[in-house]
């Protein structure tokens, strides 16, 4: 059985919005990996239907870099969307990351779940912390959508 650990945060947007700037790579290259973090738009490939690839690459402020592949495996929106996730491309297949959308009277509850695997109670904390920042700089993303 399949054992997730879950972050869920309140994000003040529709959830149309919050969807968008999950998928559209002009916000996806924002958000990911947070500010201190550069994703080229150009090394972004975003087939957001099922079986679509997706690829990006992290730029490291310490000069390193991130490849990531996955694929999208359910895409419902603007409720939820499904996909596989590596850091390994080539070696792993990934490993299922789930993205849910509520809509509620204060704006939309995100809710991101992500298959444990073999992760350390330390990894998953890292991981957590990590989805925590994402979505600090999603609701910047949000803001600046919300202003425009």
Known sequence: MTEY???TRTLHAPRELVFEAL???????VWFGTAAVEVPQDSLTMEVRPGGAFRA??????????DWAGEYQVVDPPSHLAMTLTDQPGD????????DLEETGDGTVLTI???RSDFTDE??????????????????VLETLQTA
């Open 92 to 99: 792993d297949t990934g490993l299922p990351v789930l993205f």
């Open 123 to 140: 990894q998953v904390a890292a991981t957590i912390a990590g989805y925590n920042a994402f979505i600090d700089d999603i609701e910047d």
């Open 57 to 66: 690459v992290m730029l490291l402020p310490d000069g390193n870099r991130i």
């Open 113 to 115: 779940r992500q298959d």
């Open 5 to 7: 650990f879950t972050v």
């Open 23 to 29: 998928t559209k790579p002009e916000h996806f290259a």
